[in-house]
Protein backbone atom coordinates (compact mmCIF):
# COMPACT_ATOMS: atom_id res chain seq x y z
CA UNK A 1 0.00 0.00 0.00
CA UNK A 2 0.89 3.51 -1.07
CA UNK A 3 1.46 6.43 1.18
CA UNK A 4 -1.16 8.11 -0.92
CA UNK A 5 -3.43 5.07 -0.33
CA UNK A 6 -2.68 5.13 3.26
CA UNK A 7 -3.30 8.59 3.57
CA UNK A 8 -6.69 8.76 1.57
CA UNK A 9 -7.80 5.85 3.68
CA UNK A 10 -7.23 7.78 7.21
CA UNK A 11 -8.53 10.73 5.55
CA UNK A 12 -12.41 9.19 5.14
CA UNK A 13 -11.56 7.76 8.47
CA UNK A 14 -15.61 7.40 9.87
CA UNK A 15 -14.19 9.06 13.23
CA UNK A 16 -12.89 12.12 11.98
CA UNK A 17 -16.46 14.33 12.91
CA UNK A 18 -16.42 13.15 16.80
CA UNK A 19 -12.44 13.65 16.52
CA UNK A 20 -13.33 17.02 15.67
CA UNK A 21 -15.78 17.67 17.74
CA UNK A 22 -13.69 16.33 20.98
CA UNK A 23 -10.54 17.82 20.24
CA UNK A 24 -11.32 20.60 17.52
CA UNK A 25 -9.83 21.02 13.94
CA UNK A 26 -6.64 22.32 14.58
CA UNK A 27 -5.85 18.42 16.11
CA UNK A 28 -7.02 16.71 13.51
CA UNK A 29 -5.54 18.40 10.69
CA UNK A 30 -2.33 18.54 12.24
CA UNK A 31 -2.78 14.67 12.10
CA UNK A 32 -3.73 14.89 8.68
CA UNK A 33 -0.88 17.00 8.07
CA UNK A 34 1.46 14.80 9.08
CA UNK A 35 -0.26 11.57 7.64
CA UNK A 36 0.94 13.78 4.25
CA UNK A 37 4.69 13.86 5.04
CA UNK A 38 5.01 9.97 5.91
CA UNK A 39 7.57 7.65 4.50
CA UNK A 40 6.33 4.57 2.64
CA UNK A 41 7.96 3.36 5.76
CA UNK A 42 5.95 5.07 7.78
CA UNK A 43 2.94 4.73 6.07
CA UNK A 44 3.29 0.50 6.78
CA UNK A 45 3.99 1.47 10.31
CA UNK A 46 0.81 3.07 10.51
CA UNK A 47 -1.41 0.36 8.73
CA UNK A 48 0.39 -2.77 10.64
CA UNK A 49 1.57 -1.13 13.99
CA UNK A 50 -1.53 -1.17 16.13
CA UNK A 51 -3.07 -4.78 14.69
CA UNK A 52 0.87 -5.94 15.70
CA UNK A 53 0.44 -4.18 19.21
CA UNK A 54 -3.25 -5.02 19.97
CA UNK A 55 -2.43 -8.58 18.94
CA UNK A 56 0.73 -9.06 21.17
CA UNK A 57 -1.03 -7.61 24.00
CA UNK A 58 -4.16 -9.52 23.68
CA UNK A 59 -1.71 -12.93 24.04
CA UNK A 60 0.30 -11.21 27.37
CA UNK A 61 -2.92 -10.92 28.78
CA UNK A 62 -3.84 -14.38 28.19
CA UNK A 63 -0.91 -15.71 29.44
CA UNK A 64 -1.27 -13.58 32.65
CA UNK A 65 1.75 -11.76 32.19
CA UNK A 66 2.00 -8.84 34.43
CA UNK A 67 1.95 -4.98 32.90
CA UNK A 68 5.57 -4.00 34.17
CA UNK A 69 6.84 -7.08 32.46
CA UNK A 70 9.22 -5.90 29.85
CA UNK A 71 7.67 -7.47 26.75
CA UNK A 72 4.13 -5.62 27.68
CA UNK A 73 6.47 -2.49 27.90
CA UNK A 74 8.74 -3.05 24.96
CA UNK A 75 4.56 -2.86 22.92
CA UNK A 76 3.62 -0.07 24.92
CA UNK A 77 7.00 1.58 23.49
CA UNK A 78 5.68 0.43 19.77
CA UNK A 79 2.50 1.73 20.16
CA UNK A 80 3.29 5.32 21.21
CA UNK A 81 5.92 5.29 18.66
CA UNK A 82 2.87 3.93 16.19
CA UNK A 83 0.35 7.14 17.93
CA UNK A 84 3.17 9.64 17.26
CA UNK A 85 3.24 8.90 13.83
CA UNK A 86 -0.30 11.09 13.96
CA UNK A 87 0.63 13.21 17.35
CA UNK A 88 2.52 13.72 19.74
CA UNK A 89 0.98 12.87 22.84
CA UNK A 90 2.33 14.69 26.26
CA UNK A 91 2.40 11.97 29.25
CA UNK A 92 -1.33 12.91 30.75
CA UNK A 93 -2.70 12.33 26.49
CA UNK A 94 -1.10 9.43 26.77
CA UNK A 95 -2.72 8.34 29.79
CA UNK A 96 -5.96 9.53 28.83
CA UNK A 97 -5.96 8.16 25.76
CA UNK A 98 -5.31 5.02 28.10
CA UNK A 99 -8.16 5.45 29.83
CA UNK A 100 -10.51 6.17 26.44
CA UNK A 101 -9.47 2.41 25.61
CA UNK A 102 -10.72 1.00 28.74
CA UNK A 103 -13.96 2.99 28.75
CA UNK A 104 -15.01 3.06 25.30
CA UNK A 105 -16.70 0.06 23.99
CA UNK A 106 -15.63 0.33 20.57
CA UNK A 107 -11.75 0.10 21.82
CA UNK A 108 -12.67 -2.79 24.03
CA UNK A 109 -14.49 -4.98 21.66
CA UNK A 110 -11.09 -4.50 19.05
CA UNK A 111 -8.49 -4.62 21.21
CA UNK A 112 -9.14 -6.84 24.36
CA UNK A 113 -8.10 -10.06 22.87
CA UNK A 114 -9.57 -13.04 24.60
CA UNK A 115 -11.18 -10.96 27.70
CA UNK A 116 -14.80 -12.35 28.01
CA UNK A 117 -15.87 -8.62 28.36
CA UNK A 118 -14.82 -7.96 24.85
CA UNK A 119 -16.68 -10.28 23.45
CA UNK A 120 -20.06 -10.15 24.82
CA UNK A 121 -21.31 -7.79 22.10
CA UNK A 122 -20.33 -6.49 17.68
CA UNK A 123 -18.51 -4.12 17.23
CA UNK A 124 -20.82 -1.01 16.37
CA UNK A 125 -19.76 1.67 14.08
CA UNK A 126 -21.74 4.88 14.45
CA UNK A 127 -21.62 7.39 11.52
CA UNK A 128 -22.12 11.05 12.83
CA UNK A 129 -22.00 12.86 9.97
CA UNK A 130 -25.02 11.83 8.15
CA UNK A 131 -25.92 8.95 6.26
CA UNK A 132 -24.02 7.25 3.76
CA UNK A 133 -24.71 5.08 0.87
CA UNK A 134 -22.79 2.05 0.95
CA UNK A 135 -19.71 0.72 3.36
CA UNK A 136 -16.82 -1.75 3.11
CA UNK A 137 -15.35 -3.34 6.35
CA UNK A 138 -11.77 -4.84 6.43
CA UNK A 139 -11.55 -7.14 9.26
CA UNK A 140 -8.92 -9.50 10.84
CA UNK A 141 -10.55 -11.82 13.31
CA UNK A 142 -8.06 -13.72 15.79
CA UNK A 143 -9.49 -17.26 14.94
CA UNK A 144 -11.12 -18.65 12.78
CA UNK A 145 -15.15 -18.73 12.47
CA UNK A 146 -18.09 -17.05 10.87
CA UNK A 147 -18.83 -12.97 10.55
CA UNK A 148 -22.16 -11.36 10.22
CA UNK A 149 -22.89 -8.04 9.76
CA UNK A 150 -25.59 -5.60 9.92
CA UNK A 151 -26.84 -1.86 8.34
CA UNK A 152 -29.09 0.14 10.25
CA UNK A 153 -30.71 3.37 9.53
CA UNK A 154 -30.43 4.80 12.55
CA UNK A 155 -27.57 5.56 15.64
CA UNK A 156 -29.15 3.84 18.07
CA UNK A 157 -29.49 -0.17 16.20
CA UNK A 158 -32.81 0.08 16.02
CA UNK A 159 -33.98 0.44 12.47
CA UNK A 160 -32.45 -2.32 10.03
CA UNK A 161 -32.00 -2.69 6.56
CA UNK A 162 -29.65 -5.02 6.08
CA UNK A 163 -28.24 -7.92 7.60
CA UNK A 164 -25.70 -10.35 5.38
CA UNK A 165 -25.98 -13.81 5.09
CA UNK A 166 -22.85 -15.80 7.34
CA UNK A 167 -19.62 -15.79 6.11
CA UNK A 168 -17.04 -18.06 6.95
CA UNK A 169 -13.28 -16.14 7.88
CA UNK A 170 -9.81 -17.59 8.68
CA UNK A 171 -7.37 -16.69 11.64
CA UNK A 172 -5.38 -13.81 10.38
CA UNK A 173 -6.88 -12.95 7.30
CA UNK A 174 -8.16 -9.80 6.20
CA UNK A 175 -12.41 -10.44 5.27
CA UNK A 176 -13.89 -7.67 2.89
CA UNK A 177 -17.41 -6.61 4.37
CA UNK A 178 -19.31 -5.21 1.65
CA UNK A 179 -22.96 -5.89 -0.04
CA UNK A 180 -21.66 -5.45 -3.50
CA UNK A 181 -24.53 -4.55 -4.98
CA UNK A 182 -25.72 -1.31 -6.47
CA UNK A 183 -28.19 -0.97 -3.86
CA UNK A 184 -28.39 3.02 -2.35
CA UNK A 185 -28.97 2.64 1.19
CA UNK A 186 -29.19 5.56 4.18
CA UNK A 187 -26.66 3.66 6.62
CA UNK A 188 -25.76 5.57 10.17
CA UNK A 189 -24.86 2.41 12.01
CA UNK A 190 -22.86 -0.70 11.44
CA UNK A 191 -22.32 -4.00 13.55
CA UNK A 192 -20.18 -6.30 12.82
CA UNK A 193 -20.31 -9.72 14.64
CA UNK A 194 -17.77 -12.59 14.95
CA UNK A 195 -18.97 -15.02 17.73
CA UNK A 196 -16.76 -15.39 20.67
CA UNK A 197 -13.96 -13.81 19.68
CA UNK A 198 -12.55 -10.45 18.88
CA UNK A 199 -11.70 -8.44 15.76
CA UNK A 200 -9.29 -6.53 14.28
CA UNK A 201 -10.88 -2.97 12.09
CA UNK A 202 -8.44 -2.25 9.48
CA UNK A 203 -10.03 -0.68 6.97
CA UNK A 204 -13.21 1.41 6.13
CA UNK A 205 -14.32 3.00 3.34
CA UNK A 206 -18.01 4.74 3.04
CA UNK A 207 -19.46 6.03 0.17
CA UNK A 208 -21.57 9.30 0.87
CA UNK A 209 -25.27 9.64 0.12
CA UNK A 210 -26.43 9.63 -3.29
CA UNK A 211 -27.82 13.24 -4.64
Same mark, same amino acid.
Not at 91 to 113: N, P, S, V, W
Given at each position: ?14 ? &? ?9 ? *? ?13 ? &? ?8 ? $? ?16 ? &???? +? @? ?6 ? #?? @??? #? ?9 ? +? ?9 ? /? ?7 ? =????? $? ?32 ? +? ?6 ? /???? *? ?6 ? #?????? *? %? =?? %? ?13 ? %? @?? @? ?5
Amino acid at each position: MTTEQTFDDFQHHPF &DAEARQRWGDD *AVDGAHARIGDWSPQ &DAERARTGYR $SVHLGLAGLLAAGIAVDD &DRVQ +Q @LIDEHYHV #TS @LFW #TPTRQAYLGLA +QTYQDDERFAH /TIGGDNPAC =KTLPL $SITILRGPVSAALAEIVPMASGTATYTYYGDEAG +QQMIFQSP /TINV *AAGAVTQL #TTNDET *A %R =KI %RRIDISVPDQTIQLT %R @LL @LSPPNP
